[in-house]
Structure formats: C-alpha cells, structure tokens
Antibody, heavy 120, light 107 residues
Framework: QVQLVESGGGVVQPGKSLRLSCATS????????MHWVRQAPGKGLEWLAV????????QYADSVKGRFTISRDNSENTLYLQMNNLRADDTAVYYC?????????????WGQGTRVIVSS | DIQMTQSPSSLSASVGDRVTITCRAS??????LAWYQQQPGKIPKLLIY???TLQSGVPSRFTGSGYGTDFTLTITSLQPEDVATYYC?????????FGGGTKVEIK
C-alpha cells in the first residue's frame, strides 16, 4: 500500500533552518508529482510547493518562495523540503502528499505529518 | 492569485439530513476542483476530484457539482462519521489554493 512518512520536524529558533524528508513506498515514486502542505495549529490547509515527477517543474506558494526549496531523489523514493530563515508563523504540521498525476493536481495520499515549532 | 471561498464556515445538522457546502473561486477554474475531508485528529482524505468524480472507496452519499467559479459538495444523508472539516482546493494552476474549510457537526 502507499506509504508516505515524514521526518525532520522539531523545535527550531527563528532564522534557523530545517530539512524535512518524506520517505515513500508502495507506488512508483518517479511517476508522481509530489507536494508539501502545512497546517498551523487550529487552522486550515495551506499548499506550499509542488515538484513534478521528474523534477522538471517546481512551483511555490508566495508565503515560502525564496525561503523554502522542494526537491526529490527518485533513486531513493524520497521527497525533501529545505526550510531556511524560519519564522514563528511557519509553526505547523507539515504534510507531504502524492499527486494523482505526474504533475500538479489533487492529492490522493498523505503522510501523517511532522510538526515544526519555530520559537526562541 | 485566485481565491477560494467556502461557505458556511461551520454547520450543524441532524443525522440523515442533506448537507450542502459551497466553494466559490474568484476566477474561473473549469472543473479543476477537489474536495477533502479531515476528520478530527486525522489527515486529510481526498473525496472528489474534477469537481464531480468520486474518489475510489468514498461513499456514494458524497456528491460534487459545479463548473467555472461555483461548486458544491453535498452529503445526501449525514452520518455520524461525517463529522469533519471539509476543504475545497483548486488545481488548474499554481498556487493550488485551499478554501478556508467548513466544519460539519451533528446536532
């Protein structure tokens, strides 16, 4: 079955960096677009970034553009999110999600999420 | 960027009631719209994509409709397990914006 397992979350000071990983299994990773989505405490879902199946196309939400970088390693079936210059309002649960196409559409599988707390 | 507005933000209904949630896009998005359910303490689950196509395994009491700027998610007979927050999401182009969510409770 499809599995997405995020890791790398934790408590970090403002201005610092963190790298999230999403290890996948149970499907052909190299044939799926992949996304990062976050959810601040008690708030709704916020889409952050997408990377196409082969890494050829990457897009970001304005809220993270220039600070966050999405990447993937198709040989390791793993998705990444490098987060730099973190701010208090980046505090959230971060989910990786599989696109049901090779590109950017709807998300048919989600990981359990990893929590990021940005605090001094 | 296109904004997605859901209404109502919350509702309370009785078991067996018909429930309708609306999602409006600030510009036309064809049928590039998905609906998700997030039960309390759980991860989101895809219910409907392409505005009206039911995801595999989703009960048939969930239906979606709409095109362009106005979309609806209907639960034809509300069940206790439908207590959740429901989100619409556009995917015609980035950013893949979510609506603000509609919290559904049982009266």
């Amino acid at each position: 079955q499809v599995q997405l397992v995020e890791s790398g979350g934790g408590v970090v000071q403002p201005g610092k960096s963190l790298r999230l990983s999403c290890a996948t299994s149970g499907f052909t990773f190299s044939s799926s677009g992949m996304h990062w989505v976050r959810q601040a405490p008690g708030k709704g879902l916020e889409w952050l970034a997408v990377i196409w199946y082969d890494g050829s196309n990457i897009q970001y939400a304005d809220s993270v553009k220039g600070r966050f970088t999405i990447s993937r390693d198709n040989s390791e079936n793993t998705l990444y999110l490098q987060m730099n210059n973190l701010r208090a309002d980046d505090t959230a649960v971060y989910y990786c999600a599989r696109d049901f196409t090779i590109a950017a559409a709807a998300f048919d599988s989600w990981g359990q999420g990893t929590r990021v707390i940005v605090s001094s | 960027d296109i904004q997605m507005t859901q209404s109502p933000s919350s509702l309370s209904a009785s078991v067996g009631d018909r429930v309708t949630i609306t999602c409006r896009a600030s510009q036309g998005i064809s049928n590039y719209l998905a609906w998700y359910q997030q039960q309390p303490g759980k991860i989101p689950k895809l219910l409907i994509y392409a505005a009206s196509t039911l995801q595999s395994g989703v009960p048939s009491r969930f239906t979606g409709s709409g095109y362009g700027t106005d979309f609806t998610l209907t639960i034809t007979s509300l069940q206790p397990e439908d207590v959740a927050t429901y989100y619409c999401q556009k995917y015609n182009s980035a950013p893949l914006t979510f609506g603000g969510g509609t919290k559904v409770e049982i009266k």
